[in-house]
């Protein structure tokens, strides 16, 4: 008898917090500057890789890699109760304000928004620097840094366009939590070495701590 699929456990609160925890875990071992640096790097390379993905699925289906299918082709989707923004404008320019995220509310909830914030201070840019280097992005102001809601520019971004192709597009909390904790582990260890394999394993302790031995061996 074959196996049922396992029901995946993981949410975008957990992928903040992972982030979160692994931070928190490389600054107090190597100090704030040279582990904020380590951790801006590691939001860097993971978000190009998954803006790569993107690409490659756009491609796949034979369409250009435009703002427009950057945003439908977009990996993640959260509840409606959980995100609250407002998109204006028309035509090639497209600002969308963000009032309300799981992630900041995860951040602020636990405690950990001066870990957390790294995150936001470079996953745009560099998600859509992985999906077409030629496009462009502008994040004014982020929560986790002091503004009261963040503002993301997408040029080019018609919000006429075509809509999304799909839930195939969107991939599983726990395939997102893996990668970034696999990709977040691999900077972590190049650039710290065997220091870093045990700030991984105090971040790992540290979220089944809260979540449970389910969420940290998924």
């Not at 034979?62 to 959260?78: F, H, I, K, Q, S």
């Not at 995150?119 to 462009?136: H, K, Q, R, T």
Request: proline share 5%.
């Amino acid at each position: 008898m074959s196996e049922k699929p396992r029901v995946p456990v993981l949410s975008a609160t957990h992928h903040a917090l992972l982030f979160a925890l692994i931070a928190k875990a490389v600054i107090q071992r190597v100090g704030q500057a040279p582990g904020e640096g380590v951790m801006r790097r590691a939001v860097r390379r993971y978000a190009r890789e998954r803006g790569h993905r993107m690409a490659l699925r756009a491609q796949r289906d034979g369409n250009p890699l435009t703002m427009a299918n950057y945003r439908a082709y977009g990996e993640w989707r959260v509840a409606p109760e959980e995100m609250e923004t407002e998109a204006e404008g028309a035509g090639s320019d497209v600002v969308v304000h963000v009032s309300k995220c799981p992630w900041h509310t995860a951040w602020s909830k636990h405690g950990l928004i001066p870990f957390g914030r790294l995150y936001c201070m470079e996953i745009a840019e560099a998600l859509v620097e992985g999906f077409n280097p030629e496009l462009s992005i502008e994040v004014h102001g982020t929560m986790t840094n002091g503004s009261e809601r963040r503002a993301f520019v997408y040029r080019g971004a018609d919000l006429t366009a075509p809509g999304a192709p799909g839930a195939e597009t969107v991939m599983p909390w726990d395939y997102h939590c893996r990668h970034l904790f696999g990709t977040a582990g691999d900077v972590v260890v190049d650039q710290l070495g065997d220091a870093g394999r045990e700030v991984l394993d105090e971040a790992l302790v540290e979220l089944r701590d809260r979540f449970g031995d389910e969420a940290a061996e998924a």
